[in-house]
Structure formats: structure tokens, C-alpha cells
């Protein structure tokens, strides 16, 4: 995501640019540290920082040690104002819609949820969409949101703004993002949710500084996102990531994509749900933390399941990380220590340089966090033209 700076006035959008998304990613950090990582002169970075804490958008934390000046003077340190900017951040199934706030450094407030009736036809649910944003902005017009951000189940066309048909729902493709464009006077982003939770991760999670890493959502459905050479991977019209719909069992189980033993109908929530009887994924982390063995057994062969997969795949793309996401991807359960004893016993890359597997840091708030990403990614850090 990092590149050289510019020194001519064609680029100075440009440069500042890069400096919102150096401080994203290192912050707090001295104004010279920024002029060495950007290739900018101490000049530029000068002009630049000056305007934004004139904005209100960055401001100085406080003297900072280093290494190269810890014997001497104390660098000033710059950080973002994480409440300068906020944006309404939204993820869509066919379930239900969450929606909140989400400020520049990733934090979500006030997240609302609301379920979606099992009965709408496509033009009920686009109209459902509509309605809710608007009864939230009225709501939240204190925050003055810059942008919208939606991140939606299924195959999604980022560059179209399309969410595609399919068999589970027998719509016809959805153009959503016009439909919005024409409602509102804000900017609106749409893409797949687990490529908008990825990039949510490299810009707020805890591999905001790695250059290739993996991320995979456990939820009511399964799926994965990639930055590789330090950006979001898409692949064409369809963005890729679709790892739940990768075949863990040959002739298995039928899936709603048409395929037979897809991943996701051996471990997505709702598949864990119907296993254990349960009504709910807080039932079954309630479950686990009161030692019921037979959830534990159920989540741990769940995250033995995905293994399998994953193995195949890093063998293909060896990262050097994996985040896992979702509520059963907390600390306190078994999943994610099972997907890492799996991926580095299996993979045969990985034998010969382990990789790390770790729990998200968003927890529930990922879905909106990710949607905020989106629109915070594309209207504030990287936005080049006015």
C-alpha cells in the first residue's frame, strides 16, 4: 500500500496521501522518520503534517525515544485524531444488516443490528437498505460521516458495484451501488465482506505492517481474503476469496453454489449450530467456557476441518500470517490453535517456515469494520483526486 513519494505540485494530493497512510501504520511517529519511509524531503513532510493538524486530522502525542536520538534531543511524535473523520460502515446478507460508525483508526460505535425479512423480493430488500442508512444517518448526523461503506455477502463486482445473483436467494444481479448513488450525497463503496474484513486487518489490525498475510471468516458463511506485495488481491469481476466454497469432502454434502462438500457445510455457524442443537453462537461459546466437552469436540474439529483446506492452499501461497475472524475465532476457544497445529503439521511448506495463525482483534465489530475500511480506504487515505 506504501509507495515513493513525489516532489512536483501535479502530485501533492499524492504525497499527502501517503503520509495519512504512514501515520496509519506506524503512528505515533516523528516527522523525519516519515520523510525516510516515504522518500519525501523533510521539507515536504513539514508542509504536509502542518496542514493536517490544521485540519484536525493529525496532532502531535508527545516526544518520542528512538533508537538513533535516544542520547539526545526528543523527537516529536504525530498520530491521527482517530474522531476527525467518521464514516458509516455496512455489512448486508441475506440475514440481517449491521450497521455503525467507524472512525479513522478503525473503531466502530454504535453498532445496530436489525434482521432482514426471510420474504422480501429484490426490490423489498434494496428499499430495506435504503431505509435503515437513512434512519441512521438522521440518527448520527452529529458525526458528520464522510462516506458509506458496504460489505455484503456473496460474489460481488467491486469496479461495477454489483452484488451477483445466485441460487440461494434465485435473484437476478443486484446493481446495488447505483441504486444508493442515486439516494444519497455521500460517496458509497460496496465490495465482498471478507475482502473489506481483510482489508480492515492490514490497515487497523495487528498485520497493518506485513506485506502478505491471509485472512479467513468463520460466520454464517466461510471465506478468506488476501494481501499480497502489500495490497488486497482481487481477481477479476468475481474478487476471489471464496473459501468456504473450496471442497473439503468429494461428493459430500450439497451446497447451495451447486458444488458437493464445500467446506462451509461442514463448519460455518449455522452448520455448528444444527450439530450441537443450539440456538445461538454465544450458546456455544457459553457451552465451551462451562467445559461442555461435547462443544469443545465439535469447534475443534472444526478448526481441524479448515486445516485441511488451508493446508492446500499456503502449499500454493505460502504467507508468512493467518488471521482468523469471526466470533468463533475468539482466544478462549479451540478453533484457531486447531487451524494452526493443522496448517504447520499438514502443510509441507510450512514445515519448513511455520506460519503463524492468530485471532482477529475486531471480534464482532469486524463485519462493520470492514465496511468502514472500505470507505475510509477509498475516500480519505488513498483518495488522490478531489
Known amino acids: 500500500m506504501l509507495a515513493k513519494g513525489q516532489n512536483t505540485s501535479r502530485t501533492k494530493r499524492m504525497n499527502k496521501s501517503l503520509v495519512l497512510q504512514t501515520l496509519l501504520r506506524y503512528g505515533p511517529i516523528p516527522r523525519q522518520r516519515i520523510a525516510e519511509m516515504t522518500h519525501l524531503t523533510r521539507a515536504t513532510i513539514t508542509y504536509i503534517t502542518s496542514q ?90 452529529h458525526r458528520n460521516p464522510s462516506g458509506i461503506g458496504i460489505s455484503s455477502t456473496g460474489i460481488v463486482d467491486y469496479m461495477a458495484g454489483r452484488i451477483f445473483g445466485n441460487e440461494e436467494t434465485g435473484w437476478p444481479d443486484i446493481d446495488l451501488l447505483s441504486n444508493l448513488r442515486k439516494e444519497f450525497d455521500l460517496p458509497v463503496f460496496l465490495d465482498n465482506y471478507v475482502s473489506s474484513m481483510a482489508l480492515s486487518e492490514k ?125 468463533l475465532a475468539d482466544q478462549n476457544l479451540p478453533i484457531v490453535e486447531k487451524i494452526s497445529e493443522g496448517v504447520n503439521n499438514k502443510s509441507f511448506l510450512a514445515k519448513k517456515q511455520p506460519i503463524e495463525v492468530a485471532h482477529s482483534i475486531f471480534g464482532r465489530d469486524i463485519e462493520v469494520a470492514g465496511a468502514g475500511a472500505l470507505a475510509l480506504w477509498n475516500e480519505f487515505y488513498s483518495k488522490i483526486v478531489e
Not at 538513533?68 to 446478507?93: E, F, P, Q, T, Y
Open 52 to 141: 493536517l493538524i490544521e485540519e484536525g486530522v493529525v496532532q502531535e502525542t508527545g516526544a518520542l525515544i528512538t533508537e538513533k536520538n535516544s542520547a539526545g534531543r526528543r523527537s516529536v511524535g504525530l498520530d491521527l485524531k482517530s474522531d476527525a473523520v467518521w464514516v458509516i460502515g455496512i455489512h448486508i446478507s441475506m440475514f440481517e444488516l449491521k450497521i455503525g460508525l467507524v472512525n479513522l483508526k478503525g473503531e466502530v460505535e454504535d453498532l445496530y443490528e436489525k434482521k432482514a425479512e426471510p420474504c422480501f423480493n429484490q426490490d423489498e430488500y434494496v428499499h430495506f437498505i435504503i431505509t435503515e442508512i437513512n434512519e441512521y444517518l438522521s440518527a448520527h448526523s
Open 203 to 327: 490497515m487497523f489490525g495487528l498485520s497493518r505492517t506485513m506485506m502478505d498475510f491471509m485472512y479467513i471468516y468463520i460466520g454464517q458463511g466461510v471465506g478468506g481474503g488476501l494481501i499480497l506485495n502489500d495490497d488486497l488481491y482481487r481477481s477479476g469481476v468475481t474478487g476471489a476469496g471464496e473459501f468456504g466454497h473450496m471442497t473439503y469432502m468429494p461428493g459430500g454434502r450439497k451446497c447451495w453454489c451447486g458444488n458437493e462438500g464445500c467446506l462451509e457445510q461442514y463448519v460455518s455457524e449455522l452448520i455448528l449450530l444444527e450439530e450441537l442443537g443450539a440456538g445461538s453462537i454465544e450458546e456455544v461459546i457459553g457451552r465451551v467456557h462451562e467445559g461442555d466437552n461435547g462443544a469443545v469436540k465439535v469447534l475443534e474439529e472444526a478448526g481441524e476441518k479448515i486445516s485441511i483446506v488451508l493446508s492446500s492452499l499456503v502449499n500454493m501461497i505460502h504467507v508468512q500470517k493467518i488471521v482468523v475472524g469471526g466470533m
